[in-house]
């Protein structure tokens, strides 16, 4: 036979089978279309020179390595269904004399048929809605537009060697399937159902016990550094324990639901209960797998949303004025100078050059060190912080020692302490339950008070460790006590931070910043009294860019990524209504021949909906309510702090994802009614 017949044939085979076919391939364009959107903002020029560019396109060139994974699973899995509808169509063609290496032809052209207008028309749609993409990301970073349409050639080549590798093994997998299955069994692979499967209740429960387990962790973790550490186990077994709660649960459901005569023993609970019970062990993976990633869109379309809209309170966090400095000195007298005085003059007159005055001054010492919690002791040791493991991390605590009087002045109080006493104040959440702290050993101080607040520097909002501070009416002797046991490797650190508003804008206060760093060169290079004392700047304004591309690549990427989720669970949707409506379609036959009505029909379909494929959404809105506690303390490693945001996001993100996910069925459950009830043209 001529080559040529081969490929007739597979395209014969593609057009015939169009209603499976049409949607894969356009989830194929799809896919293709935003891994080279996703390349091509990576690389993108136009964003690398505008201020926070950087930090969007490392986001984004992570989430093209997301996409590569993503896209090889999707594909794969559905690709599955194709090919398990075609095996009858395989069968029939190795009966009639077709071998096994002619089949290899059909398969091998119907892959570079599907791949070729895959590439071609995903590219075309990609280069032609990349500009779309760079325009809108531009507009979140609030930078420049360009309107210039370029292709960026290594987001082709990339591309394209992803999915010739994709479609490669895709093509090598069908085959090893073909090739052991007999010719019998390919042409009743279409009829071949399950076996009846039993209830297994061990599986079922231990579902419940791996999720149990997942969600009390998630809601019980005190701390951001340990839902840190944690966080890709506890989906590990949210993933493990919803796959055994649908695969073997549904199961169970199921006979339950055969033993309630008052429920089973109707006519649209019947039919539906029965024809599901046979197929649960397929059907409970793909109900697994629609609700990973309607979770998946859910936790990620809200956290990113959040982090964006709450941008500005970030940024306040991670600076707390307009313009903050952060004078470093080597001794603890240094402190107690006249350089201070110096520093404050100078900002005050450079903010008067531009007609600015500052207001709310942030103005207090500190002296920072690391310490590992033991209980009411923190353990400064360099042998025991260097062994550092999963342990010693959840319990790394930045300890800042803040004079009394500085706490006082800062925050408007009048707090009295006796010698060896403290006001302790903790952050991201995490809690000290003891009446005492021990600074290494020799220097221990009562917790007179735990206190609500303290006017942070913007240090804690850049780490991911708590911060504890302790405000002390003995500066000097506490300080001293704890460089005493410090050796250089572990040493403390001696700062002075001084901060203000500035009421102007942000062109302004960039150009006073500007002025004032300048100044601030000037007075440590003619500065000839003993001791160090170097002055860092840091102004909100000037950081305002590169915090927009940090969040606002973020959250694109969460959108864009959130998208090809959703595409991939409306995908398998539709898969599983074609798939199991052609399985149904004889017993439904059946049904109407001996007088069961297109209403009954109808009925029995909504009680099947009731009953199973409502369950992922349900579960994923499970999942993310007990996830909240968790990606709360995760968000606070991004400065982000208001609840409340969080909380609201989250709902409208769920109750606009039930309302997507009902629209959708809809569409999809009309493709199933008119296949099991005979209709063709409704």
């Known amino acids: 036979m001529r080559l040529g017949f081969y490929r007739r044939l597979a395209w014969t085979g593609i057009r015939q089978n169009k209603k499976m076919y049409l949607p894969y391939i356009l989830a194929c ?39 590569c994974v993503f896209s090889t699973i999707f594909l794969f899995y559905t690709n599955s269904f194709l090919i398990r509808r075609r095996k009858k169509e395989f069968g029939l063609y190795n009966i009639l004399g077709m071998g096994k290496r002619h089949l290899a032809l059909v398969l091998l052209w ?11 028309v995903g590219l075309f749609c990609g280069v032609l809605f990349s500009k779309v993409a760079e325009l809108a990301l531009t507009r979140i970073l609030d930078g420049g537009v360009t309107y210039t349409l370029t292709v960026e050639l290594n987001s082709v080549v990339s591309t394209v060697v992803l999915f010739l590798v994709i479609f490669g093994l895709m093509f090598l997998n069908t085959l090893r399937q073909i090739h052991l299955t007999s010719p019998i069994a390919l042409l009743r692979s279409e009829n071949a159902g399950e076996k009846p499967p039993r209830a297994n209740w061990v599986f079922a429960l231990l ?16 701390d951001p550094i340990t839902a840190m550490i944690g966080f890709f186990i506890a989906v590990a077994m949210v993933v493990v324990g919803t796959y055994l709660l649908f695969v073997a649960g549904s199961v169970t459901l199921c006979r339950l639901l055969q033993k309630n005569k008052r429920y089973y023993y109707k006519t649209n609970h019947f039919v539906s209960v029965s024809s599901m019970v046979y197929r649960m062990k397929r059907n409970g993976a793909g109900l697994a797998s629609i609700c990973i990633l309607c979770t998946m869109v859910l936790v990620m379309i809200s956290s990113t949303s959040c982090l964006y809209i709450g941008i500005e309170d970030s940024l306040r966090t991670r600076y707390p004025r307009h313009i903050n400095l952060d004078a470093v000195v080597d001794r603890v007298n240094t402190l107690d100078g006249s350089h201070q005085e110096q520093v404050r003059v100078l900002a005050e007159e450079t903010a008067e050059q531009y007609g600015a005055t500052p207001s709310n001054i942030l103005d207090y010492r500190v002296c920072g060190f690391v310490g590992v919690r033991q209980e009411d002791r923190m353990v400064m040791d360099d042998v025991f912080l260097s062994s550092y493991n999963m342990e010693t991390m959840a319990n790394t605590w930045q300890v800042f020692v ?7 002045s800062l925050m408007g109080k009048r707090e009295t302490l006796m010698p060896g006493q403290a006001l302790m104040y903790t952050t991201k959440g995490s809690d000290y339950p003891y009446a005492s702290v021990e600074l290494g050993e020799g220097v221990t101080l009562s917790v007179a008070k735990q206190v609500d607040s303290f006017a942070d520097n913007g240090v804690d909002a850049m780490q991911i ?9 003995n500066f000097q002797e506490t300080v001293e006590g704890v460089q005493a046991q410090l050796s250089e490797q572990s040493a403390s650190s001696l700062h002075w931070y001084y901060g203000f508003d500035l009421n102007c804008d942000d062109d302004t ?13 000037d007075m440590e290079s003619a500065d000839e009294t003993d001791g160090y004392f170097h002055v860092l700047m840091e102004g909100a304004a000037q950081e305002r860019g590169s915090t927009y591309g940090l969040y606002g690549g973020m959250f694109f990427l969460g959108i864009l990524l959130g998208v090809v989720f959703i595409l991939a669970a409306v995908l398998i949707i539709y898969y599983k209504q074609i798939c199991e409506g052609y399985e149904d379609q004889s017993r439904f ?84 009614f008119r296949i099991v009830s005979g209709m063709r043209d409704e």
């Open 29 to 67: 364009i799809g896919v293709v279309m935003v891994c080279y959107i996703v390349s091509f903002l990576g690389l993108s020029p136009v964003l690398k020179e505008m201020p926070g560019g950087g930090s969007a396109q490392s986001f984004l060139n992570t989430g093209f390595g997301v996409m």
């Open 110 to 120: 119907e892959t570079v048929i599907i791949a070729a207008i895959t590439l071609v």
């Open 207 to 222: 579902g419940l016990v791996v999720l149990a387990g997942a969600y009390y962790w998630a809601i019980t973790v005190k």
């Open 402 to 408: 803040v004079p009394l009087e500085d706490y006082n």
């Open 465 to 473: 460790i708590p911060s504890m501070y302790l405000f002390v009416p």
């Open 509 to 521: 206060q960039i150009q006073i910043g500007q002025q004032l760093s300048t100044a601030l060169r």
């Open 589 to 672: 036959d059946i049904m109407q021949k001996v007088g069961m009505t297109k209403g009954e029909i109808r009925r029995s379909i909504n009680s099947q909906v009731l009953t199973v494929f409502f369950a992922p959404l349900l579960l994923a809105g499970v999942h993310l309510a007990f996830a909240f506690p968790l990606i709360r303390k995760l968000l606070l490693l991004f400065g982000l702090t208001n609840v409340g945001l969080f909380a609201g996001v989250t709902v409208v993100c769920f109750v606009a994802f039930a309302l997507f996910y009902v629209l959708i069925y809809r569409l999809t459950s009309r493709s199933y």
